[in-house]
């Protein structure tokens, strides 16, 4: 059985938009048709977003065998197929390769999740099924999360597209993904918080600051009063979304002295835990912040092979840190609820553990 990729039956989410053309379909991660809006100064923030981290192509079927048609991969990666929220297979690809392929699927219905790379574009043709098998739509109606970061969002180190932080996250809360994690281009742009805002969801998070600090881009002046701008975007048509804001995770050599205009990692932290702080004493009981060190500090640093990027190791040690800072809760441990019963608790999960107008601070 052949499925084109241009299937009405073929939910894609996490992406924002699809750039459909007459022979394949590729998701992107911001609104394609307004790429010149991502694209000022020297912004690579759309090449960043035409790579599908924490996409999935969700469809259901029973069968046993799937082969993804595309056009040719620029370069090698990898790609896993979900069953529930469950890691079932991956699959590899090369440079070049223009299928990706799964056998010994598990047998009967089931809901697929293909994770895509979280670095290699994806332009899918087609879908072969194996002979006989079903094929229908299976929306993702679990609760929306919507993330915002760097390339430590973006996880190129991953072990594999479901294990990044916020796909480990969102696994394990039965969440539907969406992940703004652009690499080298997390500068609080203000188009990106009018993306945020205008999408779906019942828990945002940003995590902001590195690239900020790396590339000097704001200021002591103007750092605090751009979040701000951010929040307060987001807050126009998420008044009562919960919206957890963390600094930055412990970063090697950065933490001893300025940039080149003078910031530093701690004064960035407490700015961040500073604006989150004013929002919350105007009575916003939906916001936290979550200190990046409670994350991943200076007792993880060996997770930081270059002193910036968490090896796969440690994007999963930062994963649980998150659950348990943000949720209470131990990934290990299933979640068994119905997806009515995960949306009615997910703000109160969140309240429950921070306590309204709560932090986690940690080190500073």
């Known amino acids: 059985m052949i499925v084109p990729g241009n299937d009405d039956r073929l939910s894609w989410s996490g992406a924002i ?6 022979d394949w379909v590729m998701p992107w991660r911001i609104p394609r048709e307004d790429l010149d809006l991502f694209s000022s100064g020297r912004s690579s923030l759309p090449a960043r977003a035409a790579l599908p981290s924490g996409v999935r192509l969700r469809f259901g079927t029973d069968a046993g065998g799937l082969i993804f048609r595309t056009e040719p991969m620029i370069g090698p990666g990898s790609m896993d197929v979900c069953v529930d929220d469950v890691v079932v297979a991956t699959s590899t690809f090369r440079q070049g390769d223009t299928d990706v392929r799964f056998a010994n699927l ?10 895509l790379s979280s670095f290699v574009p994806f332009c899918l043709r087609e879908i072969e099924l194996s002979d006989g098998a079903s094929f229908e739509e299976r929306r993702d109606d679990r609760p929306r999360w919507v993330t915002y970061g760097s390339s430590i969002t973006q996880c190129r180190t991953a072990r594999s597209p479901a294990f990044t932080w916020p796909g480990i996250v969102a696994r394990s809360r039965h969440l539907n993904l969406t992940s703004l994690g652009f690499g080298g281009n997390c500068h609080v742009d203000p188009v990106i918080a009018r993306l945020i805002r205008d999408l779906p969801a019942e828990l945002i998070s940003l995590k902001i600051g590195i690239n900020v600090f790396n590339q000097s881009s704001l200021s002591l002046r103007t750092f605090q009063p751009a979040l701000i701008g951010m929040i307060t975007t987001i807050r126009d048509r998420h008044p009562a979304t919960p919206l957890v804001v963390c600094s930055p995770i412990w970063s090697g050599k950065r933490e001893a002295g300025p940039n ?16 989150v702080a004013s929002f919350a004493g105007r009575g916003d009981e939906k916001i936290r912040y979550v200190n990046g060190l409670t994350l991943l500090g200076e007792d993880a640093a060996e997770l930081l092979p270059d002193g910036l990027h968490p090896s796969a190791a440690g994007y999963e040690v930062l994963a649980a840190n998150f659950l348990k800072k943000v949720f209470g809760t131990d990934p290990s ?10 949306r009615d608790q997910l703000t109160n999960e969140i309240t429950l553990h921070a306590g309204p107008g709560g932090t986690h601070e940690g080190q500073t």
């Open 260 to 275: 080149s205009i003078g910031m530093t990692l701690k004064v960035m932290r407490d700015e961040i835990r500073d604006a």
């Open 333 to 342: 441990v299933e979640q068994d609820q119905g997806e009515a019963s995960r």
């Open 106 to 115: 598990p047998a009967g219905d089931k809901p697929i999740d293909l994770w």
């Open 17 to 22: 938009s699809l750039e459909r053309r007459d």
